[in-house]
């Protein structure tokens, strides 16, 4: 496996060659821009780098008001605070005037580790997805992040991109592009569908190896795009493998298997696990123990497979 | 024009637009005339006598930016932005109703002339703030007004957005306090106390000044002065009546959030278009909302 990197590592430096490219990037942070990686951003361009210092709300706010005057607007911090101290915020200020802010929160999910359950946002892309006009985007690798940031940048309207603490592997070449409202197939197969995004698409690759030994041959599909969903691309291989499983380091309600659960009910009824957080909190521990203590492992989904396909 | 006739001038448009404020809430049935009414002379003064700006080119880069915060007294803003010609005044006839580019709190992507859309209070400052750091960067000196109400002040936002302000010398921010001490629960006082108001605005570091936000001389001559000092953002605090121009409607928290019947109607317009005939002779008092062209 290639080197690890971490998807926030892709933010700052994303935002200054954007900037250095010609576009009217901005960056709003409040007191974790060293976190979040702004604060490289914030060096290269300390006139286009505002900190609110703590106050969520207000990062929003002056980020909408960026926007109003036709600047691309990032925001920071962690996608707990970002996503729900200013949720009415994002909801009133920048979705229902349909303004160009682009949240790029960090330290989403369990992975963030140690700081704990009150840091691990596991809500996030639930909140985000119901928003009108809001477009989320769960990036599986740094370079899908740096993908995921320029086409958050360069496409009219609010955007949340899904960035992680944790080092995750290199899954993608240079030349990789990120595609709004499409699926990407990682590995073909006929027997499941594993449909993943975030740092589950790598336990998602390893669930088919393990599968495979037993001569399972499951499809990983990298949903990067909750929303705008890529439906029929995911209804394709449902109808093709007749069983679905999504992974996601989130709560099981609300984000990619609902939303997945929403496509397939409607395009392609087959049957359906989730794999994800099961309506609790988060707790400290080291990354790869919580994937473990929550089920998140390629060896849960592994798992899961099995028990569905012995009940079709 | 002498300051004189500036200022009459002024009073012409505040009454005329308490005027259509009233039959504009009667007519939709809902809204909230109390907070418009006493908003009513600084937004007159801030659109006939301030702030730059081009009913026929809304989006006109060089223009001054208005953020209504108090979103809940867009009909104050939509009697301006009428009389000023940003739409036809016949749309005052549809405040509220489906379809119509007059929401009950404004809607920029319906109506132009709405900056940003607000209505959630507390979140006006934070977006104007946002505009002034972005027309700095892009080397305009537009100015941008931010009208907030007292009640308002009880969001938090507020309080990041003017510590925000201050710190970043935002001194083409201009924030002003309709401060009529009341809110839909009763008197702020017994609410939730906001203190002195002035003084927790000059703690945060801008620079205060104190009005009587129904004396458009005053107002005029507050409003266009520039910060005393560079890089400090001006509080105006605009002691105003709730619901002011209409007797039963003064003072009284109320009329916060409430249309008047056909009677009160029939009592507060009588009021108000004595003050129009009072202030602006040579105006036609009872002409329909519908008068004007439309667009």
Redesign the interface.
């Known amino acids: 496996m290639s080197d690890k990197r971490a998807t926030r590592e892709a933010l700052g430096e994303t935002l200054i060659e954007l900037v250095n490219e010609g576009t009217a990037v901005v960056a709003v942070d409040a007191d974790l821009s060293g976190s979040t990686t702004t604060a490289r951003f914030g060096t290269a361009f300390p006139e286009r780098f505002f900190n609110v210092g703590i106050a969520e709300q207000n990062m929003i706010g002056v980020a909408a008001g960026l926007a109003v005057e036709g600047m691309v607007p990032f925001t920071g911090s962690f996608a707990v605070f970002a996503t729900g101290r200013a949720y009415d915020q994002v909801r009133n200020s920048v979705c229902y005037s349909g303004l160009d802010v682009k949240l790029a929160p960090t330290h989403a999910g369990i992975t963030v580790g140690p700081d704990g359950g009150s840091h691990q946002m596991l809500e996030d892309i639930a909140l985000m997805r119901v928003l009108p006009g809001m477009r989320v985007l769960v990036p599986a690798d740094y370079v899908a992040a740096k993908a995921a940031i320029r086409l958050a940048a360069t496409t009219p309207g609010p955007f949340y991109v899904r960035l992680g603490r944790a080092g995750v592997p290199v899954l993608y070449g240079d030349d990789h592009r990120f595609e709004l409202d499409r699926v990407r197939v990682l590995r073909e197969g006929i027997h499941i569908t594993l449909a993943a995004c975030g740092v589950m698409v790598e336990q998602a690759l390893a669930a088919a190896e393990e599968l495979a030994l037993d001569g399972i041959h499951a499809e990983v599909l990298d949903v990067a795009t909750i929303k705008p969903l890529d439906a029929q691309g995911i209804a394709a291989s449902a109808r093709k493998t007749r069983a679905v499983v999504t992974c996601e380091e989130h709560s099981v309600i609300g984000g990619l298997g609902s939303a997945v659960a929403e496509a397939l009910g409607e395009l392609a009824p087959v049957p359906l696990a989730r794999i994800g957080v099961r309506d609790v909190f988060g707790t400290s521990g080291e990354p790869a123990e919580l994937m473990a203590h929550f089920g998140l492992t390629g060896e849960d989904i592994a798992r899961a497979a099995r028990r569905l396909l012995e009940r079709r | 024009m002498t300051q004189e006739a500036r200022v009459a001038a002024i009073e012409a448009r505040a009454a005329r637009m308490r005027h259509d404020i009233i039959e504009m809430i009667a007519e939709a049935g809902s809204g909230h005339p109390g907070g418009s009414l006493s908003a009513a002379d600084i937004v007159a003064t801030l659109y006939f006598g301030i702030m730059k700006h081009d009913p026929q080119r809304p989006g006109w880069p060089e223009r001054d930016r208005f953020v209504l915060s108090k979103g809940h007294a867009a009909p104050v803003l939509y009697a301006a932005l009428a009389q000023a010609g940003y739409f036809g005044r016949s749309h005052l006839q549809t405040l509220r109703k489906l379809g119509s580019i007059l929401q009950g709190h404004p809607?920029?992507?319906k109506c132009d002339g709405v900056?940003?859309?607000?209505?959630?209070l507390?979140?006006g400052?934070?977006?104007?703030?946002?505009?002034?750091?972005?027309?700095r960067?892009?080397g305009s000196t537009s100015r941008v007004f931010c009208l907030l109400g007292d009640g308002e002040l009880q969001e938090?936002?507020v309080w990041?957005?003017a510590?925000?302000a201050a710190?970043?010398g935002l001194d083409t921010v201009t924030a002003i306090v309709d401060h009529n001490g009341l809110q839909i629960d009763g008197a702020c006082s017994e609410v939730m106390c906001l203190g002195e108001v002035a003084e927790k605005l000059h703690a945060f570091g801008w620079e205060v000044r104190e009005v009587d936000g129904h004396d458009a001389e005053a107002l005029l001559a507050t409003l266009s002065s520039p910060p005393v000092v560079a890089g400090v953002p001006v509080a105006v605090v605009a002691r105003t009546v709730k619901g002011r121009g209409v007797s039963f409607m003064e003072g009284d928290a109320g009329w916060h959030g409430k249309a008047p019947n056909a009677e009160q109607t029939k009592q507060a317009l009588a009021e108000l278009r004595e003050s129009l005939v009072a202030a602006d002779p040579g105006q036609l008092s009872d002409a329909p909302v519908t008068e004007g062209s439309d667009r």
């Open positions: 809607d920029c992507l900056e940003v859309s607000t209505g959630s507390g979140q400052l934070a977006i104007a703030n946002g505009m002034a750091l972005a027309l960067l892009s938090g936002e990041e957005a510590m925000f710190h970043h």
